[in-house]
């Protein structure tokens, strides 16, 4: 049989985004061995620079419009995708704002590695988000994950970091064979891997006899199971707080919408468009799944006492908002889900931008205890967290409120109204802890007026950079009381990320109509 | 278009708000008195050109704000609406006014307190369920930073606990709204400004959107027994703090009943009102008792101000004209007489030291003024005719008494342990032989020695000019309401009248049906 492969300078131009980062990728690989070490801080601009020109590669590819699909229908650049290629290049461009300062106070050398591996990641965050075929799918599921396993485990000399690492990566390749297994059934049953095609090819066998069904089911089901691990929905996301509280904070950030964000769209292409036809088969599970993971999620995150665990189970926990929007199965849930994504992503991003700063070492130094007082100590970082936290929560005012509106009502208006409620009843599971954290950096006793931490500060002295690691509980809160009193610097990177994020929480809580609109006509709605 | 002077008076204090928080030390409170005045002369302004006789929203702006869902900005003012908002304004005048001598941290604090009093103006203005809900939330968020931050020992408990009630019963209400949307959503999608939703929720819907609505209003009021909030979150806030709690956001969920419950769900309102009517009176004297036996006269204050909004509720669900009416006009005058209590409350803190009734007395020789003060704005809270408060407690009760005289008749039994409790506290504290400490707490670098000496001294300072001139306004509105009431029930009638029109006519499917 004969096979023609002519691949066109258009198609190319569509998958630019991704080969403006690989190339920047491999451009700060090769400078990182000419450059002396301490100009190496330098590469994170041209890391930078090269997630705007992507960006700007994405918007160029919406402009020109033009075929939707590239590659033979593997590559599609249509709203959804756009729209989520934006919400991931600036995750990764926050999430790269926010390293320098932190990568240097973990003794990381290798910068080069660090930023390359980033924008590897990134790449196989776009390309998964584009893809309109499973193999494709595949192919960035693993390229963003890879890099991911390399820097979770990035810090050196830590065995949190490296449990981090070897848990994703572990479970991860188990999550794979899943995905890959399914994929496998889903091919048998339609003959396809292309989305397109097994949409037409579902289509056009409805109602499905009894020798199609199962295979295609169980095909969906493991599916389903495999991405619901890189979503960490409950009840797959056992890794999730080991590995986020391990790796290093900007990795976290990325990785807690990046991935998400990919695995979402994808799992969305997989489902609402190419199974369309059979959403009530599949609409059962991830239901069962968004109400697991909200109400997991939150009950779990309610029971810990460090932040950034805190932080991992909340982001389970808005997995769970976030698959709301698929299991409603509309297209109005899809508009909901994706500006959720954006949303979530702003806040999400910022509150770890703030945990990176009062961290010490990895995984260490952001317990609850350590936030006591920030109000007073820190009132610009705090401020910023505290409006993180109220959009993490769901307050108007904020973006966060706009995105659960906006999901919960999609899936009132496709009459799932349980989901509704069981949303809001999660949320007010989530208010006690987002609230718990707020109070202890402004309503407990500020540290600094303490005398027997003034006493342990006295002690310290000027040189006094307290330890580092606080390994048991009973040590802990002595040395929280010493490390507690310094104020924490924040490096210029991090500030202006963190100022971007609350600019845009608060700007987009007030006036969400433009985006809304952009996510509404990424989904084809007009 | 002209002047969106609603808009403006939202907005005003918001922005202050965030101005204030780059603002240093010295300069922050000058900057949030002058915010608070400058809304305070745009509401007075509003106010008289408000058209006396239509019950519509009247300077009503609107703007699609969220198309995608359906979401307008849309804000105006009625009767209903009116006084509130001149209320609001003026009490937080009176609440910066009063925290000139706050310590720690001006900038966040009158931030706070600016994006407090314009979150609550916002709730009076929205004429949008969603906008409504908006500023519900906003409110929330400063109130808790407030008694969390600069309230009393207990403070985080105190702060916590009101969040977590508040916001259980906002969540509710979120739902609420989005089903709301729901099942009014017509050809041309979801709508959620008011008049267009008057009349078009069905039947079958108006149960459980009335209690996911109820949920929110009824902690917020507070009806008991969903109350135990407020007494810790009152008693721990710092004063000012309480004055806007107690005198403005106290108001927002008998006017939430008001603006929605009844006109979107009538049906569902005219079932739940004997409900209702009955937690209102339970509520009423419950709380009466309750002040009775406090010590801590702050706490008696916040019972008692459960008690008496037991009386709006009563009035609201006699659904009846008088009764709204007497509703309406009884927040506006509850919210100066609690105002002015809680700063006096407050006075004699500062100056004494405790908030125990037993470990005072005497007072009155040596603070001439304050109890003068005093004893005006007591006879005002327990509705003395000549003061402002008579009026409207009488006509809430009178239209309690035309729904039901059972309820009507508990209801004014309120009359007597409100005379008792509050004269048991001025007279415990201002009149009676001298006790306990005198000293000023504020004045810390007298040593104990001088403490002991002042004591026998009774050196106890007076009201100062700047004390007094913060509580002249509302003293005087408590007068001049008192004598000339009727500029307030000529605006809000025609509000309650229009209403009332939607919640009085029977629905066809609660009547018998033809045969």
Redesign the interface.
Known sequence: MAFTYTITAGDWGHIAPQLTLLGVALLVMVIDTMLPARLRGGLVIIALLGVLSAAASALLVAQLGGAPSAFFGMITSDGLAIFSMLVILGATALALLIAPGYIERQGIHQQGEYYALVLLAATGMLLMSTASNLMMIFLGLELLSLPLYVLCAFVPGQQIAQESGMKYFLLSSFASGFLLYGMALVYGATGATGLTQIHAFVASHMPLDSSLAPLLLVGVVLIVVGLAFKVSAIPFHAWTPDVYQGAPTPVTALMSVGTKTAALVALARILVVALGPITSQWQPLLIALAILTMLGGNLLAATQTNVKRMLAYSSIAHAGYLLIGIAVGTNLGL?AMIFYLAAYGIMNIGAFGVVQVIERSVGFGTELDRFRGL??RQ?WLA?AM?VFL?ALAG???TVG??AK??V??AA??ASH?EL??VG?IA??IS??YY??I??AM???LNPEGDPATQGARAALGAQGTPPLMVESSGQSAVIAAKSVSMRQPIALGAMLSLGLAVLATIILGIL??PL??L??QAVG?P | MSFPILTAIVFVPIIGAAIA?FLPRGVAWGWAFFVAMVDLVLTIVMGFSFHVGTGGFQFAESQ??????GLNYAVGIDGISLFLAILTALLAVVAIAASWSNPQ?PG?YYAWMLLLSGGILGVFAATNV?LF??????M??PA??LI??FGGPR??YA??KF??YT??GS??M??GI??L??VT?GSHG?SLDIPSLIGHVPVSAQGILFLAFFAAFAVKVPLVPFHSWLPDAYTEAPIPVTIMLAGAMSKTGAYGFLRFCLPLFPQAAHQAAPIIETLAVIGILYCAVQALIQTDFKRLLAYSSISHLGVVMLGIFALNTQGIDGAVLQMVNHGITTGALFLIAGYIEARTGTRSIAALGGLAARVPMLAITFGIAALSSLGLPGLNSFAGEFLALLGAFHANPLFGVLGTLVVIPAAWYLLRFFQGVMQGPVVGPTATPTGVEQSAHQDKRSTVAGSVRDLRPGDLAILIPLLALMVGIGFYPAPLPDRIEPSVQSALSVVATPHPTLLVPHR
């Open positions: 508009a109000g007073a009132p401020g505290t109220l307050i108007p005012g409120f706009v509106y906006a919960f009502s009132v208006l109204p509704t409620i809001v949320s007010m208010f006690y609230l718990r707020i109070w402004y309503f407990e969400p109509g809304f609109e996510a509404r709605l | 928080l699609p704000w969220i198309p995608g869902l941290r966040t969603f809900y908006v500023f519900w939330e906003i929330l968020v808790y930073l969390g931050t403070r985080a702060a916590i969040v977590i916001a259980i969540l509710l979120l739902a989005i089903g949307g729901a959503q979801v």
